[in-house]
C-alpha cells in the first residue's frame, strides 16, 4: 500500500535521525538561552592574552557585536559544558590523591585578580597548597580537558609549543597571584581516553611582562578609538576564518 504524504512526513519525524536533531537542537536552544541570560564581562579576561591577534583582543575588550552567523553552536556549548565537568572530576581525583586543591576563597568565590581599575582580571581553576612528596607548594593549578589529537599534541611537545594562549595564561596568573615561586600544576584531561597530562611550569617572567604589557596595549588603544594591526595579512587565514570579527575587522583598515 502507498503512504500519504501526512504518513510520510510522521516517519521521517520518528526515525532515529529526525528524534535525534531534534533533541540536539532543543538541547542546543536551551544552552543558548542560558548563555544569552549571562551578563557580559566588563573587562578584559586575562586568559585571553596569549591569543594572537591584538585586533581581537580589542573586538573582545570592547563587546563589539559578533559578525552575523558567528553565534557559538550549541555543540561548542555542549564542548565547554564538558569541559566544566572534567575539572570538577579532575578538583575530586587530586583531592583523593592528597593534595589540598583549593578552588574557592573562604567567602565562596574563586582565586582571582583585578586590576587596572577592574579593566583586566582573571579567575584561576585553583592553587595546590600541599600534598604528596615531588611538589612545591603552594602552586597555581591550571586544568584543561582537551580531544585526543590536541592532547596528544601536547604531550608530545609540551605546554609553551603546543598551547601558547595557555602557557601566556599560566605565567600572567602566577605573576599577578604571586605564585611564581614554585612550578605551576599544569593537568590535561584527554576526552577521548582519560588520559591525564601533567606538566610543572616553572615561571616565564618574560612572558608574563609581555603579556601585562600586552593589556595595558590593547585596553589603551581600545578606549582611545585606535585599532591595533591585524596579526595577519590574508583574510583566508584559518585564524582569521575562525574569528567572530572577520567581517568587521576586513571591513576596516
Same mark, same amino acid.
Given at each position: 500500500?502507498?503512504?500519504?504524504?501526512?504518513?510520510?512526513?510522521?516517519?521521517?519525524?520518528?526515525?532515529?535521525?529526525?528524534?535525534?536533531?531534534?533533541?540536539? /537542537?532543543?538541547?542546543?536552544?536551551?544552552?543558548?538561552?542560558?548563555?544569552? =541570560?549571562?551578563?557580559?564581562?566588563? *573587562?578584559?579576561?586575562?586568559?585571553?592574552?596569549?591569543?594572537?591577534?591584538? =585586533?581581537?583582543?580589542?573586538?573582545?575588550?570592547?563587546?563589539?557585536?559578533?559578525?552575523?552567523?558567528?553565534?557559538?553552536?550549541? =555543540?561548542?556549548?555542549?564542548?565547554?559544558?564538558?569541559?566544566?565537568?572534567?575539572?570538577?572530576?579532575?578538583?575530586?581525583?587530586?583531592?583523593?590523591?592528597?593534595?589540598?586543591? =583549593?578552588?574557592?576563597?573562604?567567602?565562596?568565590?574563586?582565586?582571582?585578580?583585578?586590576?587596572?581599575?577592574?579593566?583586566?582580571?582573571?579567575?584561576?581553576?585553583?592553587?595546590?597548597?600541599?600534598?604528596?612528596?615531588?611538589?612545591? *607548594?603552594?602552586?597555581?593549578?591550571?586544568?584543561?580537558?582537551?580531544?585526543?589529537?590536541?592532547?596528544?599534541?601536547?604531550?608530545?611537545?609540551?605546554?609553551?609549543?603546543?598551547?601558547?594562549?595557555?602557557?601566556?595564561?599560566?605565567?600572567?596568573?602566577?605573576? *599577578?597571584?604571586?605564585?611564581?615561586?614554585?612550578?605551576?600544576?599544569?593537568?590535561?584531561?584527554?576526552?577521548?581516553?582519560?588520559?591525564?597530562?601533567?606538566?610543572?611550569?616553572?615561571?616565564?617572567?618574560?612572558?608574563?611582562?609581555?603579556?601585562?604589557?600586552?593589556?595595558?596595549?590593547?585596553?589603551?588603544?581600545?578606549?582611545?578609538?585606535?585599532?591595533?594591526?591585524?596579526?595577519?595579512?590574508?583574510?583566508?587565514?584559518?585564524?582569521?576564518?575562525?574569528? /567572530?570579527?572577520?567581517?568587521?575587522?576586513?571591513?576596516?583598515?
Amino acid at each position: 500500500m502507498g503512504r500519504t504524504e501526512g504518513e510520510e512526513a510522521m516517519m521521517d519525524f520518528n526515525s532515529s535521525s529526525s528524534i535525534a536533531g531534534q533533541v540536539s /537542537a532543543l538541547v542546543d536552544a536551551g544552552l543558548q538561552q542560558a548563555r544569552a =541570560r549571562q551578563s557580559e564581562r566588563q *573587562y578584559l579576561g586575562a586568559s585571553r592574552l596569549g591569543v594572537a591577534c591584538e =585586533r581581537a583582543l580589542q573586538f573582545e575588550y570592547a563587546k563589539a557585536p559578533i559578525d552575523h552567523g558567528r553565534d557559538t553552536p550549541g =555543540r561548542m556549548l555542549r564542548i565547554f559544558e564538558r569541559g566544566h565537568v572534567m575539572e570538577d572530576c579532575m578538583v575530586a581525583w587530586l583531592r583523593d590523591a592528597g593534595f589540598d586543591l =583549593r578552588t574557592r576563597k573562604a567567602d565562596g568565590e574563586q582565586f582571582g585578580f583585578s586590576v587596572a581599575d577592574g579593566r583586566l582580571q582573571g579567575h584561576v581553576d585553583g592553587v595546590v597548597v600541599g600534598g604528596p612528596e615531588g611538589f612545591a *607548594y603552594p602552586a597555581l593549578w591550571e586544568c584543561k580537558c582537551l580531544g585526543n589529537k590536541s592532547w596528544s599534541d601536547l604531550e608530545k611537545k609540551g605546554l609553551a609549543i603546543s598551547k601558547p594562549i595557555y602557557a601566556a595564561q599560566v605565567a600572567i596568573y602566577q605573576a *599577578y597571584l604571586e605564585l611564581h615561586e614554585h612550578p605551576a600544576i599544569f593537568t590535561a584531561l584527554n576526552a577521548d581516553t582519560m588520559g591525564i597530562y601533567t606538566e610543572l611550569v616553572p615561571f616565564d617572567a618574560a612572558l608574563a611582562q609581555r603579556m601585562s604589557d600586552r593589556a595595558v596595549k590593547v585596553i589603551t588603544a581600545t578606549e582611545a578609538g585606535e585599532l591595533l594591526p591585524r596579526a595577519f595579512v590574508d583574510p583566508t587565514h584559518f585564524e582569521c576564518r575562525m574569528c /567572530a570579527w572577520q567581517d568587521r575587522c576586513w571591513r576596516t583598515t
